[in-house]
């Protein structure tokens, strides 16, 4: 064999053995929920990898998003103020059950506050001549938090503290993973639950059972891995302080993309795309679907945990102005 079909074959070797290695080592998408407050309280959709977990194996992980929330608005029936900048910390745990079954846990953890925010979004705001939302209304830090339908309040909120959200139970079920061809594509299936465990009184649940199935795809092109995740979310009427709310089921589609830079760095976008639970209220942040852009990465600070960070902008008017999220992710077994 001589010099330059030698070449050759290493070559395809080695490109081989990158293929394999990136084919183990996308760390997408990012694990963003959109932390608008009167979505907060309903089970919405959010990106998951079609990856299963082994048997045996867990992972175990804490988020924190810090969100900014300027609402002032009302109609004919509805009046909507939503003045505050928001912490959600949330813990979940993840396992293996079998090959072909994993099951989660998530516990979200609430606090909304008047915030610091406000002079400086204002500022931002007048710089780019981006619109500021009447937020010059209000005063400066001020906290407010009042939903109300032909005179009467959903619930009644207070700032500060840290409260219990409606929590989550998932099943993800495995359908095919990656096979050899040109467009190697991994799928699974998964169902997700969420409890009334928040005090629907204060606006951190709904009080009701809420539930959805979402098509977790994804598609790899060399070091680019595409995400597509179709979901179906079916939402129960919330129990409220008085006012007489009715919602929709919501459909939704994620879509992303994941550059692996490196084996220890992965580089993400994706977009969140849902419709509104909310009917024909007359403000338009309550009317809006949902479309967020979500940009960050995953980096592996060591074999067993890896840090996932985000910035997140609102395309639309039915999610934070902004909202900035971390997550600490942990692996453990065998």
């Known amino acids: 064999m001589n010099l330059p ?3 050759c074959v290493v070559t395809i070797l080695i490109l081989c053995l990158s293929a394999v290695t990136s084919a183990e080592s996308e760390k997408g998408p990012l ?8 979505h907060l309280m309903f089970l919405s959709p959010t990106a998951d990898s079609p990856r299963l977990i082994p048997r045996n194996r867990s992972r175990l992980s804490f988020s924190a998003d810090y969100s900014s929330i300027f609402v002032n608005e009302t109609s004919g029936e509805w009046s909507a103020l939503i003045d505050m900048e928001m912490t959600v910390l ?3 745990l993840e396992c293996g059950v079998t090959d072909d079954l994993n099951l989660s846990f998530d516990l979200p953890l609430v606090s909304m506050n008047r915030g610091v925010l406000d002079g400086f979004l204002e500022d931002y705001h007048q710089a780019f001549g981006f619109p500021n939302s009447n937020r010059e209304s209000r005063p400066k830090n001020a906290f407010a938090y009042a939903l109300k339908k032909e005179g009467h309040a959903w619930f009644r909120a207070d700032s500060g503290g840290l409260h219990l959200s409606d929590s989550l139970i998932s099943a993800k079920l495995f359908l095919m993973d990656e096979k050899a061809g040109p467009l190697p594509t991994a799928l699974s299936l998964s169902y997700r639950l969420k409890l009334p465990t928040g ?3 204060k606006g951190f649940g709904s009080g009701a059972f809420d539930h959805g199935l979402s098509l977790n795809s994804l ?9 597509l ?3 179906i979310t079916f939402l129960s009427d919330p129990k409220t302080s008085g006012a007489d709310i009715s919602v929709n ?3 939704g589609m994620l879509a992303g993309g994941e550059y692996i830079f490196s084996d220890a760095l992965s580089l993400l976008a994706q977009l969140n795309y849902y419709t509104s639970p909310f009917g024909d209220t007359g403000i338009r942040q309550l009317d809006d679907d949902t479309l967020s852009l979500e940009m960050g990465g995953v980096y592996r600070l060591t074999p067993s945990l890896s840090l996932e960070f985000a910035f997140c902008e609102d395309l639309t008017h039915s999610a934070p102005d902004f909202n900035l999220h ?7 077994g065998n």
């Open 5 to 7: 079909i030698k070449t």
């Open 31 to 38: 694990r963003v929920s959109n932390q608008f407050p009167p």
């Open 90 to 92: 949330g813990f979940s």
């Open 199 to 201: 005090d629907e009184g």
């Open 219 to 227: 598609f790899r092109v060399g070091s680019f891995v595409f995400y």
């Open 229 to 231: 995740t179709p979901s």
């Open 249 to 251: 089921d919501l459909f």
């Open 326 to 332: 971390t997550r600490l992710i942990y692996e453990m």
